[in-house]
């Protein structure tokens, strides 16, 4: 009856497909047995061993450092780069904001020139307008009461108020 069932055809075996038993074993006779190690082998040896034998399949090439590894947080990315100071400039009375760099100003009568020809204003040091500004901390003061690189670090928006609304900050420039 087990020559009826053909146990050979449903055996499984380890080796490549299409191989036979008997092919395994000419093979096996013909080459010397290779001694196996379970350590990993460092890149300079497995080099060596795939160049001068040729039963051993090659060993995958070094790993080169990727270009951009080891990855950059964004926010250090952007800490690196040069930023520019946009802030937001309104006008006590006119319907629109203005988005300016105060990176492109060297100094408060450069900014107020710019801020006057931009809302097409006479005098904003005048009685009628008092520039203001938001500071990190949240805080409301008059433009010219701080150095002026701070006031370009700490500028969170600008405000061209009414002068009654501006009496209690303090003097400006």
């Known amino acids: 009856m087990e020559d009826q069932l053909n146990f050979k055809a449903t055996e499984l075996r380890l080796g490549l497909p ?14 010397p047995p290779i001694a196996k190690n379970n350590k990993r082998a460092s890149p300079d040896s497995a080099a060596e061993e795939c160049s001068t034998s040729s039963n051993l399949i090659d060993a995958p090439p070094t790993k080169t450092q990727v270009v951009g590894w ?34 492109v100003y060297n100094s408060y009568p450069e900014l107020i020139k710019a801020l006057e020809k931009m809302f097409n204003l006479a005098n904003i040091n005048g009685s009628d307008f ?22 370009v670090s700490s500028c969170k928006r600008l405000r061209i108020m009414k002068g009654s609304e501006a009496r209690g900050l303090s003097t400006c420039f």
């Not at 950059?72 to 760099?101: F, H, M, T």
């Not at 203001?132 to 805080?139: A, S």
């Not at 008059?142 to 701070?150: K, T």
């Open 18 to 31: 299409g191989s036979s038993e008997e092919h395994e074993n000419k093979k096996a006779a013909a080459s």
């Open 70 to 103: 080891p990855p950059i947080r964004s926010y250090r990315k952007n800490s690196l780069q040069l930023r520019e100071a946009y802030v937001k400039v309104s006008v006590d009375g006119a319907p629109y904001l203005r988005k300016i760099d105060l990176k």
């Open 130 to 151: 008092a520039p203001t500004y938001e500071d990190k901390d949240g805080d409301w003061m008059l433009v010219g009461d701080v150095p002026w690189n701070m006031f």
